[in-house]
Nanobody, 118 residues
């Protein structure tokens, strides 16, 4: 199973961008799906996640109030709506999933680059 992320690009500060991530198999079942990001020279950072069963949302402090994660159960996909983008949001964004019984995220997408210019 692969996680296929899309939607990255180059935008200006204050703009909006939507990232999408879908599992390649319709039978893929995850407990949690989320987004992480890694900026050049920095460690990977948690962005947001959603639990599949009850839809509990969790956000990193740096994106709280600006980003929204949503799930599409029918498409086995998640989206990340990013508002009020800042140059500090520039990073490679990775979609990830944690399957039932796993203690950590055990499936990762290939990453999609988001560049925010000032």
């Amino acid at each position: 199973v692969q996680l296929q992320a899309s939607g990255g690009g180059v935008v200006q500060a204050g703009d909006f961008l939507k990232l999408s991530c879908a599992a390649s198999s319709p039978s893929f079942s995850s407990a949690v799906m989320g987004w992480f990001r890694q900026a050049p020279g920095k460690e990977r950072e948690f962005v947001a996640s959603v639990t599949w069963s009850v839809g509990r949302l969790t956000y990193g402090d740096s994106v709280l109030g600006r980003f929204t994660i949503s799930r599409d159960s029918a498409q086995n996909a998640v989206s990340l709506h990013m508002n009020s983008l800042k140059p500090d949001d520039t990073a490679v964004y990775y979609c990830a999933a944690r399957t039932y019984g796993a203690s950590t995220y055990n499936y990762w997408g290939q990453g999609t680059l988001v560049t925010v210019s000032s």
